[in-house]
């Protein structure tokens, strides 16, 4: 995790725009961060030059010290996190289950193609770190490659469903690596994807504080309408695209540097922990009652911590 409070313009050499190919951009820097483009014509936040596929970069250090949306890892191993949520997300792709083939392309320890299996898909996944690719394979029996997912040769038309979560961001061409989802996704297939919105959350918005990697791990930085051209442009049709507005980054706004250093220190110390995880503060309903309100107002005002966008292929 990163945070400042600042952001500087510059003046940089205008790069071709990764969504629309267009070459003006502006350059902003944030300190302690790094320094993006700005695409005049869509929009789009970017690091031009970026290899950012690069397997060093998500080492099992990673994978054991990152915050992690399906998974943690405990003194006992690795275990899933966040199942019930996952249940969910399943039972929207239901309507697509035909074949039963998924696809989960950068799915780190496969916790989410594991509970795919066990609720009827026959699942794959593809992802470039070697430890989580084996894993996958070995201790969940899960089918992963490792590499590319052009590397991986599927054939045409093969899937009911291509998912990625909190992937694009990491890939400096996303366009290619939309164009290849499409491609292995059966006619009429959903496509699926959860990226963070870095640049329109409410942290960075209200106090110019960027949460999350910063580069050379997360070069590509969208928002909504970003988005939507990009998933338009690869011959997608979009079903939905929303926002969440995460409730605790909505906390965090009322923390200093420090205390925002320490919790999240706290926050890794816990997921470490073998126990399950701690009790909700809130009841679950409470909870999804303020889910609801928040993320209709982020909504509303075009804000939020990460987009969920589906589509389906013409």
């Known amino acids: 995790m990163s945070s400042s409070n600042m952001s500087n313009k510059l003046d940089l050499t205008p790069a071709a725009c990764p969504v629309c190919s267009t070459s003006v951009s502006a350059g902003f820097s944030v300190e302690g961060v790094g320094t993006f483009h700005q ?7 970017f690091v031009p030059e970026t290899k950012s596929e690069d397997a060093n970069l998500y080492d099992e250090k990673f994978g054991s010290t990152n915050i992690h949306p399906t998974y943690r890892k405990t003194a006992n191993g690795y275990m899933i996190k966040n199942e019930e949520k996952l249940k969910a997300l399943l039972k ?11 696809l989960d392309v950068g799915c780190s320890a496969a916790f989410f193609m594991h509970l795919a299996q066990k609720n009827g898909w026959q699942a794959d996944g593809v992802e470039i770190a070697p430890w989580a690719a084996e894993f996958s394979n070995k201790e969940l029996g899960v089918r992963v490659f490792c590499g590319m997912l052009e590397q991986a040769a599927f054939p045409d038309n093969t899937f009911d469903v291509a998912f990625s979560s909190h992937v694009l961001e990491h890939i400096a061409d996303p366009k290619t690596l939309l164009l290849e989802m499409k491609r292995v996704l059966r006619p009429g297939g959903l496509h ?10 409410p942290s960075w918005r209200l106090q110019k504080r960027f949460i999350g990697d910063p580069p050379p791990k997360h070069v590509s930085f969208f928002d909504k309408s970003s988005f939507t051209r990009l998933v338009e442009d690869v011959g997608l049709e979009v079903v939905s695209i929303e926002y969440n507005v995460e409730l605790t980054r909505l906390y965090e706004l009322t923390l200093d540097r420090e205390a925002m250093k320490k919790r999240w220190q706290d926050k890794l110390a816990v997921a470490q922990q073998a126990s399950p995880a701690r009790p909700q503060r809130l009841p679950g309903w409470a909870k999804a009652f303020a889910k609801s309100g928040v993320n209709f107002v982020g909504n509303a005002l075009g804000a939020g911590d990460e987009l969920l966008c589906l589509a389906v292929k013409k």
Do not use: L
């Open 192 to 201: 699926v994807s959860v990226v963070p919105t870095q640049f329109v959350s």
């Open 92 to 102: 929207r792709f239901q309507p697509w289950h035909k074949t039963g083939r998924i």
């Open 39 to 45: 695409c005049g014509k869509c929009g789009f936040i």
